[in-house]
């Protein structure tokens, strides 16, 4: 059994930053990819990012290209999203995933584990 674990969610202002994290942890941790999704109140949950773990090729939606960053360190198990200049459009619950075979990274059906959440907070 796989477990995910986030956390680095806050409160920040408009402009600022943070730096989310997910860990792994499981007898034999080799998934596909990890993405990152986030659900704002009322609302669905989408896609937000994605990352292959092997090649490290990564995928983005469209409103937080060139504000976010999906990384991964294969050694210690984790993803991490940095997230800049970050707008109150932007508040969420975010949710780290993985998926044990290739599939739709942008759709939730993909993924196969699911991390509690990490509350992130933008004030304008």
């Known amino acids: 059994q796989v477990q995910l674990v986030e956390s680095g969610g806050g409160l920040v202002q408009a402009g600022g930053s943070l730096r989310l994290s997910c860990a792994a942890s499981?007898?034999?941790?080799?998934?596909?990819?990890m993405g990152w999704f986030r659900q704002a109140p009322g609302k669905e949950r989408d896609f937000v990012a994605a990352i292959i773990w092997s090649g490290g090729s990564t995928y983005y939606t469209d409103s937080v290209k060139g504000r976010f960053t999906i990384s991964r360190d294969n050694a210690k198990n984790t993803v991490y999203l940095q997230m800049n200049t970050l707008k109150p459009e932007d508040t969420a619950v975010y949710y780290c995933a993985a998926s044990r075979a290739k599939r739709g990274f942008s759709n939730i059906y993909g993924y196969d584990y699911w991390g509690q959440g990490t509350q992130v907070t933008v004030s304008s």
């Open positions: 499981g007898r034999t941790f080799s998934p596909y990819g």
